[in-house]
């Protein structure tokens, strides 16, 4: 019995040497991905006339100078209220335009590391897997260079976070605070980008597998709620469109998705001027029907080869190993868990029906970097814990996921290394 105590004692002591190692290296890790996110914020120059970048941040100011949702002097109905707002806030503490909006990036690809910690532990149950998992979202090159620059996807991210961790731990929202904070954190998450309402929408299903009658209630509060708070920017796009919509930039990005495809109309034709025109002229904004009505071969045509588009970006950022561990990352869930993470992943899928951005699709990295290291644990579980004793599981979990780490951090280096050396 001694011996077996002796030995079941320093095992014991190794795991726990193993765990200290294994914090230190995802420490040291974050540290770095800090360090590399501030190094490219500093270094950006994204802020150029006609950019997203700098049209949100003038839209701020203008909004925060009381003049409305005004760009250059006319009325800007592409871009949603939700991120100007924010960047011209930080413009009135900062005083630096050409800043506002990319350190509202940053500091939001901060705060969304943080709260994937504490959503993927909630979701899991086990913190190593949420440390991990942040570690692989952290390493995304697409989302250290979103919070470099002054483009919405990290705000909204953190706003996605923020109302998915909310959403699992109170629903079916049984109270009437908790539908009211459900209300205004979806709509805002829309003010950020139109998709928003969709997320929205499908925490809400999600409600309805588990407790359809309490779900129902709550349903028709929050959205009764969403509809006042929603109502004075739709009767702007209307007043100023001549069009009932809930995004301005609808008509324009399927427009400017046919650019680049097999369907595109011409080389160099004045259709796809459609930004200019439609910052000029409001009316251009016609809406999905329109688009629907003149060009339905085209929408049918892009479906496929955005959908291809998406597959390469996953293969070229999971590798086709780690696209497998991911998808069994999913079948190992519990069925709640798994029903809630696809339903928001879903949401993705609208993206193939305008064009595929990778930038966009790194909002959802956290989900795919959960996904996979919960399949790697399982994988690890299968062979290495069970057929050779002693090893320690967090310490061989950690492998995986340093090695696609580094391999998603290779444009993110690469830029960095072009910064150094100008």
């Not at 765990?19 to 914020?41: E, K, P």
């Not at 952290?138 to 909310?166: D, P, Q, R, T, W």
């Not at 993206?351 to 644990?377: C, D, E, K, P, Q």
């Not at 998603?408 to 150094?420: D, F, H, N, T, Y």
Request: proline letters at 3%.
């Amino acid at each position: 019995m001694t011996r077996d105590g002796s030995g079941s004692a320093a095992l014991s002591s190794r795991s726990v040497a193993s765990d200290r190692i294994v914090h230190y290296v995802v420490l040291a890790w974050m540290v770095g991905i800090v360090t590399l996110s501030v190094f490219l914020w500093y270094h950006d120059r994204h802020f150029d006339k006609g950019k997203d970048a700098h049209e949100y941040t003038l839209l701020g100011k203008a909004l925060w100078n009381g003049e409305g949702l005004i760009y250059q002097g006319r009325v800007d109905v592409i871009q949603p209220p939700g991120f100007p707002l924010v960047a011209g806030l930080v413009d009135l503490a900062m005083r630096r335009t050409d800043w506002a909006g990319k350190t509202v990036s940053l500091l939001a690809f901060f705060a969304s590391l943080w709260v994937a910690f504490v959503l993927v532990k909630s979701l899991t149950g086990d913190a190593w897997v949420a440390r991990l998992s942040v570690v692989l979202f952290s390493s995304s090159s697409n989302a250290i260079l979103n919070a470099s620059s002054g483009y919405s996807e990290s705000l909204y991210c953190l706003g996605l976070l923020l109302m998915a961790l909310f959403f699992w731990r109170h629903f079916p929202l049984r109270t009437t605070i908790q539908c009211v904070i459900f209300g205004f954190a979806w709509v805002f998450l829309y003010c950020v980008r139109p998709e928003g309402l969709l997320c929205g929408t499908a925490l809400l299903l999600f409600g309805w597998t588990r407790d359809i009658s309490m779900s129902i209630r709550s349903t028709i509060k929050v959205s009764l709620l969403a509809v006042v708070l929603l109502l004075p920017y739709v009767l702007f796009l209307r007043e100023h469109t001549g069009q009932w919509q809930l995004s301005g930039k609808t008509y324009a990005n399927l427009v400017m998705g046919e650019l680049g495809s097999p369907y595109q109309k011409g080389k160099a034709t004045d259709r796809y001027a459609i930004v200019r025109k439609t910052h000029e002229d409001p009316s251009y904004s016609r809406g999905i029907w329109h688009y629907l009505q003149t060009s339905p071969e085209c929408l049918l045509r892009r479906v496929p080869h955005n959908a291809a588009q998406l597959t390469t970006f996953l293969l070229n950022n999971l590798t086709v190993m780690g696209l497998m561990i991911a998808v069994w990352g999913f079948v190992a869930l519990p069925s709640a868990q798994r029903t809630f993470i696809l339903l928001i992943l879903v949401t993705a899928l609208t993206y193939i029906g305008f064009f595929v951005l990778y930038r966009t699709l790194a909002i959802h990295h956290w989900i795919w970097a959960m996904a996979f290291v919960v399949g790697s644990r399982e994988c690890l579980r299968f062979t290495f814990i069970r057929l050779r004793k002693g090893w320690n599981e967090t310490t061989a979990l950690l492998i995986p996921v340093v090695a696609l780490s580094l391999y998603e951090l290779r444009s993110a280096a690469a830029i960095a290394l072009r910064a150094v050396q100008q």
